[in-house]
Structure formats: C-alpha cells, structure tokens
C-alpha cells in the first residue's frame, strides 16, 4: 500500500535495544575464491552461482529501528549476449536509503580477478523524472568470465511485509535467505509455490534469526498466458510480535484498516467541501437518472480532468492540493472519489488488493504488501470500479485486479463516531458475454472480376476487448485511423470506401459498443485457378493465432479476461457457381469442467439458393486452467485457427 502512514510507530518507541555489531558489518567475500567448477555448464549461456539476501533490523536508539539489507549475486557469463545485459548491474539506490558498501569484481576464465574501484561506480539520471541511479560498470568480461558483486543498504525498515524472489529465468546455486533482528522482535514467515519453509535458529542467544539455504533452482521460464512473477518461488516476511510490548499480530489487517480508514475517509476541511459540492454541482450530477449515471458522473469528471502522476509527493494526495491543481497520485485520486462518493451519500467500500499477475492476494498471510492497489465496489449494485486506470469505467475493473480476492473496507458509524471494518472477499470479474467482439460480413463478388469482393462489414467491440481503445476517443489524435484499424485489421488490403462509426466516446465504455460499419473492397481473399475460383472466408474473421506446445507445459493458464466472440458472413454465391467443400467449415471443439462447458469453437452453415451464411462462436468463461487442462485450451485456440485457413472452392457450373 503506497501511502505515507506509520503503522507501528506505537509499538517500536521505548523498546530496548541492542549495541552490537551488526552481521554485515563483518561480511566479505573471499580475496581469492574458490576453484569453481564450469565445466559442467560449457552448454549455458549463464548460470547465476550465488543469491545471498541478508537482512538484519537494528535498534539505533530507543525510537529508531533501522534495516540493513545485503545482496551478493555471482553470475557466469558464456554468451556474447548476456555479457552485454551484465555489463551494467544496477544498484538500489534512492534518496531514502544509503549505499554503506558496495564491490564488484570480474573474475576471468583463467583466474585473473579485476576489482572495480569507485570511479565505475556510475551515476545515470533520469530526464523526465529526475531521478537518479547508481550502476556498476564493468569491463573486461569475456566468455566464460564471473562476474562478483555485493551491497550493503541503510533504509527505514520495511517490516509490513516484504517479498523476496528466490527463482528467475536464471538457473541458480548456492541460494540464501537471513533475516537478523533484536531479541524482542520475532517475525513471521511465508514462502509460495513450493519453496522450502525458513528456519529458525534455535542457536542464536543474542538476537533472532531466521534462515533458508538452498543448493539449487531450476530456471523458470516465462511462458505465454501464465502469471510469471507470481508462480516464481519466493517468500513474504512481516513483524508479528514485541515481547516487551506484549503486542501480537502487529501486522494485521484489523491494524492496517484503521490507518487506511483514517487516511481515505477522513472527513475533509470545509473549504475542500465547498470546492466539492461546487464541482458537482457544475457536473450536474442532480440530473443524473440512476445511482449508475451519477457513479459515472463522479467518474468522468476525474478521469477527464484530474492529471495522474506516478509520484508519493504528500502534496499529491492532498484534496485542497488537487482540486486546485488538477494532479494528483494513486492515493490521491482514490481519495477524491471517496470524498465525491460520500458528498453524494453514494455506499461504497474501498478494496486493496494485489495484481493477480505479480501477487496473488493470500488470504491468509495478512501482510500489507498484497494492499498495493485500489479499488472501489457499490454494493447496491455489485459493481466495482478502478478509480486510478484511465482506460476503465464502472462496472469494468482492472481485469489484473479482479478474479482474486481483496480487503473490502466500509464505513460504520455510531452517531457521530465513524470507524473503518475491513473483511477480506473475492473481487469477482466480468461476466464474458459483456467483453466481445462481433464481426457481420456481407460479401458480395464483382461480376466483371470475381476476385474482387465487395464488402459490408460491421464490427462491435465491447467491453474489456476495447479497453485499449475506446476510452481514449475523445482525445486520440489519430482517431480516422483508429478507427479504420478496427476494420483493416481483417486484412490490410481491404479498402474503406465509406464508413459509419457509433459510441466513439469514453462515456459509452461498458454501456454500448464501439461499432464500426463500413463498405470496403479488396482482392486479398479470392484467387482465380483455372475456371475455379479459391474463396479464403476464413481469413474474414481476422488473423487468429495458432499454438504450438513444443516443450511440456510447466505453469497454469492465467487470463487477463472472459471473453466471446461472434462472427457472421454471409456470402452471395456469384451466378453460375457452386461452392464444392461446404463441410470444410464445420468445426466443433468444446471442454467442459466439473460438467460445465467453459470454452468452444464452433463453426456451421446454411445454404438457401445462393446465399451461404456461416456462424462462427468463440467463447472463454474463465480466467485460470490447470497446466494439465493448457492442452484442451490450445485445443480449442487452435480450432479458430484451422477456421481461419478454411478456403471454398467455387466451381463452375
């Protein structure tokens, strides 16, 4: 949750502490390292041969916990390519921690070692941002070559929950996780998809101390429509109790509710309020017809006219500061729409959760960092809303946020006293036949050139599946363009003789289509041979992807959204001819699960004299498979590809 509140500040003052050494402060490597054996990976491009992760939290003095964090990293470079993305390794510099040490060296394949001193310790700055980072800069890497480095930050300490990846793309050995801290703080810990349980040390007197060491992980590669960096093996720790406090589960949701609440609902200052009830009061908001029109009120106006940054500048999360200046960050935004929401005395809860693709929320490790995105939902009519993702509007969250679960918070009140209860629920998604796309194809051949077709076609695109575009109608530069594209991308011989375009705003998203009706040519789906003539009908319903699965599958199926699709063509067949391979285009491919059919691809015909109509529907209705069920989904995926080759033959009578 990237909010400016202090969680723990009650627990952690007049605590004891400790005065001695930290455990980074007598870290280092070795001078002369030992004799690694490549011989073993003369058939890798790079293997990563040390992960250390050292974390020690420390007592400065009765008020101040601070966190040590040390990284040391050795990778074997065996390709021209990965010496060039190793040959800058980025450190963790920011203006809120200090860099106490920092080494780096490169040891060659026959032994020599090149130390980099601190003149390759370069500065980069970002000009947009501003924001400057530290990297080493190494040289003299060839085949074959390590390179070794480590660091060593000074930080306020994150200890509300934070995650450490243990697994990448990168075969990796010699793997280990310790976190150090005072006597009287113990930690909790969780680790995911398989990864070994951290220990504690029943050894160690003087402090705490947990660890994990592991001798190898096998890569994880990235695979399509899998949810990559959150099946990786990795692990969640957060403090859960002071002894001499005697306070437990310090970090809870029933905590984090409280400073949330306190943070979003505070009631704001009456000049604020006046400023609110004036806006809108110019939005018309009275006129409104339905508790959806006047939500969407509130939601138009912000989306349209409150500038979003990607900044935790108190200043941006300051209502007064906002209205005044149209900007505003994530917390910031979030917050007007609460504070509009509650002018209006429109129910709503606030929901935190996490991005499904990073961070499955879990519902039972409470840690703050699965609080790290916000949403709104409306009870009175089960629907949620995205207040900081520009392209989305009521009724369409951010599909990455959706189909996991949540912490729904609501306000209570008793008299003039108001308090936030949090409780953690399933954020449902969208139901598929609401994201969709519809193709209706009218062809009709030229009778001077029957390679020449003329067409009628009519697109409307809703829901999620034109989220990327009609949001944006009202301010896209190249809309004709945008436009033509929803009928071009058929094919890109088509041409556009004249084109009607409905609902090209972002008012309309979720509530009616985007549609595009235009009458076209094109020579791209007939070809004469002979005195027959080769009609590609399947390539009308656009290009479809076709999946092959050359390596077993090693990851669930993670969609983005339920979608459905449906075509229809229908083709005046020209005088004279008859089509011979009709049953060519009866394609059937379904899976059901648990008995319910969640995904098909079906295609059939009607003929009546000349005229051929043909109905192709494509469905999804969910958002995860098993890898064992990835072959049914490829399955189905490829039956609209085999559709999309299907060419009729025309002969002549």
């Not at 004799?35 to 040390?50: H, S």
């Not at 101040?64 to 990965?82: A, F, R, V």
């Not at 957060?238 to 306070?247: A, E, G, H």
């Not at 209502?319 to 509009?340: C, V």
Request: charged share 30%; net charge negative.
């Amino acid at each position: 949750m990237k909010i400016s509140i202090s969680l723990l500040l009650c627990y952690i003052s007049f605590l004891s502490f400790s005065q001695e050494d930290t455990t980074f402060s007598s870290y280092k490597w070795e001078e002369k390292p030992s004799k690694i054996n490549t011989e073993e990976l003369t058939t890798k491009d790079i293997v990563q041969l040390k992960d250390k992760h050292l974390i020690e939290f420390k007592f400065l003095d009765a008020n101040t916990l601070i966190q040590y964090s040390l990284e040391h990293k050795m990778y074997w470079l065996n390709s021209d390519e990965e010496i060039e993305n190793y040959n800058k390794v980025y450190l963790p510099y920011s203006s809120s921690s200090a860099i106490l040490q920092s080494k780096a060296r490169v040891i060659k394949k026959d032994g020599t070692i090149i130390e980099l001193d601190d003149s390759k310790i370069m500065t980069a700055k970002n000009e947009e941002t501003g924001q400057e980072y530290k990297y080493f800069a190494f040289e003299g890497i060839e085949k074959g070559s390590i390179i070794d480095y480590y660091w060593v930050i000074k930080s306020l300490p994150r200890y509300s929950g934070s995650r450490i990846t243990l697994q990448s793309d990168i075969e990796k050995r010699d793997i280990d996780f310790d976190l150090y801290a005072p006597s009287n703080l113990l930690f909790e810990f969780k680790t995911y998809n398989g990864l070994d349980s951290v220990t504690y040390d029943t050894l160690s007197s003087e402090r705490q101390h947990w660890f994990l060491s592991i001798d190898q992980h096998l890569a994880l590669e990235d695979e399509t429509y899998s949810a990559y960096h959150a099946n990786k093996k990795f692990l969640i720790f957060k403090l859960d109790y002071n002894s001499v406090t005697n306070v437990r589960n310090i970090i809870s949701y029933v905590n984090s509710t409280k400073n949330i609440f306190a943070f979003f609902f505070k009631s704001p200052p009456k000049k604020v309020k006046k400023s609110i009830v004036k806006t809108l009061k110019n939005q018309d908001i009275k006129i409104a017809r339905d508790l959806n029109a006047q939500i969407r009120t509130i939601e138009d106006y912000i989306k349209n006219t409150i500038y979003l940054v990607d900044s935790y500048s108190p200043d941006l999360s300051d209502l007064s500061f906002i209205l005044s200046k149209r900007i505003s960050n994530k917390a910031g935004m979030t917050k007007l729409f609460i504070a509009m929401l509650n002018q209006q005395n429109i129910k709503h809860e606030l929901v935190l959760t996490s991005n499904r693709f990073d961070l499955k929320f879990d519902q039972e490790f409470e840690a703050n960092n699965f609080l790290d995105e916000y949403l709104i939902y409306f009870p009175d009519i089960d629907a949620f809303l995205s207040p900081t993702d520009l392209s989305s509007r009521l009724g369409f969250p951010t599909p990455e946020y959706s189909e996991c679960y949540g912490l729904f918070i609501k306000e209570v009140s008793v008299g003039d006293f108001s308090s936030g209860i949090g409780k953690v629920k399933y954020i449902k998604g969208v139901d598929y036949k609401k994201n969709f796309d519809n193709i209706l194809v009218d062809v009709d051949f030229d009778k001077e050139d029957l390679t020449t077709t003329n067409l009628k076609v009519d697109r409307s695109s809703g829901g999620y599946y034109i989220k990327w575009l009609q949001p944006f109608m009202h301010i896209l530069k190249e809309k004709d363009e945008a436009l033509d594209e929803q009928i071009t991308f058929i094919n890109e011989d088509i041409e556009i003789i004249s084109k009607t375009v409905y609902n090209d705003d972002a008012k309309f998203f979720g509530i009616e289509p985007l549609k595009v009706v235009a009458d076209a040519k094109s020579n791209a789906f007939v070809e004469k041979a002979g005195s027959n003539y080769l009609f590609k009908v399947g390539e009308l319903i656009g290009p479809q992807s076709e999946m092959y699965q050359e390596k077993e599958r090693t990851q669930p199926l993670e969609a983005y959204y339920r979608k459905n699709y449906h075509r229809v063509i229908t083709v005046n067949i020209p005088e004279g001819y008859t089509v011979k391979n009709l049953a060519d285009i009866n394609i059937n491919e379904n899976y059901l699960q648990n008995e319910t059919e969640i995904m098909k691809f079906e295609s059939s015909y009607t003929l009546e004299a000349n005229k051929l109509t043909i109905i192709a529907d494509e469905y999804y209705d969910f958002v995860r498979l098993s890898k064992e069920e990835f072959e049914e989904y490829r399955r189905v995926m490829n039956a609209a590809a085999d559709f999309n080759k299907v060419t009729l033959i025309m002969e002549k009578n």
